[in-house]
């Protein structure tokens, strides 16, 4: 996120063109004007040709204003002289560039001396000159659909090749010919080892789908001073930290909602420390949305993807005021979501008014954090094939979101590394239940369920079905799966699961009474709220 001081002056103002601007107490550095032609590139060899024409009415962006081509497919903007950028806004049924390894290309960074990054680790951009005539966008038309699929990926945060490699064959194997239209890592993609980005890029490229990518808090060059140049080394393999494209009728907004609180230089003898951040949206950013937004018709959805969770729920501390912020600009728009990641664990949560969020006929804004490519950063010990069994503190396993969206509608299903589809739910009962009293309690760990999600099981051939409730409890599977493991890890030199967590996707009921002695088959069943029906099956034996 870039936030220099003067940009945490910024206010933001209406002007008579309805678009948002930022003011300054003080001046930044001058400013040039970007021009150039977003055009049709029949031949896609990436340049504008005589016989080639522009694309009227599609935004480009500097990252705070938001302007629509002309009729030849002109634009102008501002831009800094000394650092800035310029990117086309993808819209519907044009595709931007890809990269060898699938990454979209649709943007340009102005950094005419390159990244300040001397001492940085791992190198910015590299110097680009005086600012071009002309900065033009090619697009190439593809048609497309209503419906379409998206990977959700959380956090693959590898520290080292050998964890590029289970990755790999963990999670992306599985992937590659998907029918998903693109994929999207939600932050972490690296863990701190920033050189490890171009490997994650091969591996994520395989798929065959454009893959989009978020900035998250082990992305960052962590000898950087301040926030603005944190994501030097992102924007040279990446681009923009903030972005928005449009696919079908659904719109992404892309932000960096990680704020880097600066390396002290003078003391260089002192390795800077990972944890120095917080999360936040800063009013540049939060004017880009604005403007953005604008121009995004009413019945069309609006995707927001961040790293660090932006709907935080009271037990977990609550929400931060960038939140309400947010979601006051997103009132517009009835038909909003978000995605997020950075915690581990895999977890839906809903604002409404009381947040912020008021559009009109009412309705909730769904926060979904996402499953982790990683689970808890590969720790655990090895499966029979030879992958670390590094499930999430929640219990649930590592995986991902496949996201399908059909107009403003969408569903989301979880699905979890190297397992069926249909391995939606843990079900933990006692392996042997006395015939005196068999009202065992049953806990059904439903690993996409929300609050909206019903459950309920049944002991066949032993009465009606029965309500379970939720509850706020740690999955005792992991619970004794890391009470195993901790000496082995410590033994190894290797780190140790995470605790515990006290997840909000767990079920419990009482099985009924009078059992019979033998073996029964308890099934419980779940259904979303995207009415998405899952079963699971468990034997339970009665003496």
């Given at each position: 996120?870039?936030?220099?001081?003067?940009?945490?002056?910024?206010?933001?103002?209406?002007?008579?063109c309805g678009v948002f601007v930022?003011?300054?107490?003080?001046?930044?550095?001058?400013?040039?004007?970007?021009?150039?032609?977003?055009?049709?590139?029949?031949?896609?060899?990436?340049?504008?040709?005589?016989?080639?024409?522009?694309?009227?009415?599609?935004?480009?962006?500097?990252g705070l204003e938001v302007v629509a081509t002309d009729e030849r497919g002109r634009y102008e903007l501002p831009i800094d002289a000394a650092e800035g950028e310029i990117f086309v806004l993808k819209p519907r049924d044009w595709r931007t560039p890809l990269s060898e390894?699938?990454?979209?290309?649709?943007?340009?960074?102005?950094?005419?001396?390159?990244?300040?990054?001397?001492?940085?680790?791992?190198?910015?951009?590299?110097?680009?000159?005086?600012?071009?005539a002309e900065i033009n966008f090619p697009l190439v038309a593809s048609p497309e659909p209503d419906e379409f699929k998206v990977i959700m990926m959380g956090d693959p945060q590898p520290s080292n090749r050998r964890h590029v490699r289970f990755y790999a064959n963990d999670c992306i194997a599985e992937l590659v010919d998907t029918d998903a239209a693109f994929g999207m890592s939600l932050g972490d993609i690296v863990n701190n080892k920033l050189s490890l980005f171009e490997h994650m890029n091969a591996v994520q490229g395989a798929v065959g789908v454009p893959w989009y990518n978020v900035l998250g808090n082990h992305d960052m060059n962590f000898f950087s001073p301040d926030d603005l140049h944190s994501d030097e080394t992102y924007e040279r393999v990446y681009g923009p930290a903030n972005y928005a494209f449009q696919y079908g009728p659904v719109h992404f907004i892309v932000?960096?909602?990680?704020?880097?609180?600066?390396?002290?230089?003078?003391?260089?003898?002192?390795e800077p420390a990972p944890s120095h951040y917080k999360a936040g949206l800063n009013d540049r950013q939060l004017g880009f949305v604005a403007n953005y937004v604008q121009g995004v018709p009413k019945d069309e959805r609006i995707v927001v993807c961040v790293h660090i969770p932006l709907v935080v729920p009271e037990w977990r501390g609550g929400s931060g005021p960038e939140l309400r912020k947010l979601l006051e600009i997103l009132s517009s728009h009835p038909h909003t979501m978000s995605f997020s990641a950075h915690t581990h664990f895999n977890q839906g949560d809903f604002a409404g008014e009381d947040d912020g969020y008021h559009p009109h006929g009412g309705g909730e804004h769904h926060h979904h954090n996402t499953a982790t490519g990683s689970g808890s950063w590969y720790r655990g010990p090895r499966d029979e094939a030879g992958f670390p069994m590094t499930a999430m503190a929640d219990g649930a396993p590592n995986g991902y979101i496949i996201a399908t969206f059909k107009g403003h509608d969408y569903k989301l299903r979880y699905k979890a590394a190297r397992m069926p589809a249909g391995y939606q739910m843990a079900i933990h009962a006692p392996e042997v239940i006395p015939a005196s009293d068999t009202t065992a309690e049953v806990l059904a760990n439903v690993f996409n369920g929300t609050v909206?999600?019903?459950?309920r099981m049944r002991v066949r051939g032993h009465g009606d079905w029965i309500a379970m409730e939720n509850v706020r409890r740690a999955d005792p599977a992991?619970?004794?799966?890391?009470?195993?493991?901790?000496?082995?890890?410590?033994?190894?030199?290797?780190?140790?699961?995470?605790?515990?967590?006290?997840?909000?996707?767990?079920?419990?009921?009482?099985?009924?009474?009078?059992?019979?002695?033998?073996?029964?088959?308890?099934e419980v069943e779940s259904t979303d709220m995207f009415d998405q029906v899952d079963r699971g099956i468990h034997l339970i034996e009665v003496e």
């Open positions: 996120m870039h936030s220099t001081n003067a940009i945490r002056l910024f206010y933001l103002t209406f002007i008579s930022a003011g300054a107490a003080s001046a930044r550095a001058q400013q040039l004007t970007a021009r150039g032609t977003v055009f049709d590139d029949r031949n896609e060899n990436g340049r504008l040709d005589a016989d080639e024409s522009g694309i009227p009415g599609v935004r480009v962006s500097n390894l699938n990454l979209p290309r649709f943007y340009y960074i102005h950094k005419p001396d390159g990244s300040p990054d001397d001492g940085f680790r791992f190198p910015g951009v590299e110097p680009t000159g005086s600012l071009p932000l960096d909602n990680v704020e880097w609180l600066g390396f002290n230089p003078e003391r260089s003898d002192v909206k999600t019903t459950v992991y619970a004794a799966y890391k009470a195993a493991d901790d000496p082995h890890a410590q033994a190894a030199g290797r780190a140790q699961l995470p605790a515990p967590l006290e997840t909000p996707h767990m079920w419990a009921a009482n099985l009924p009474a009078n059992l019979p002695a033998g073996v029964h088959v308890l």
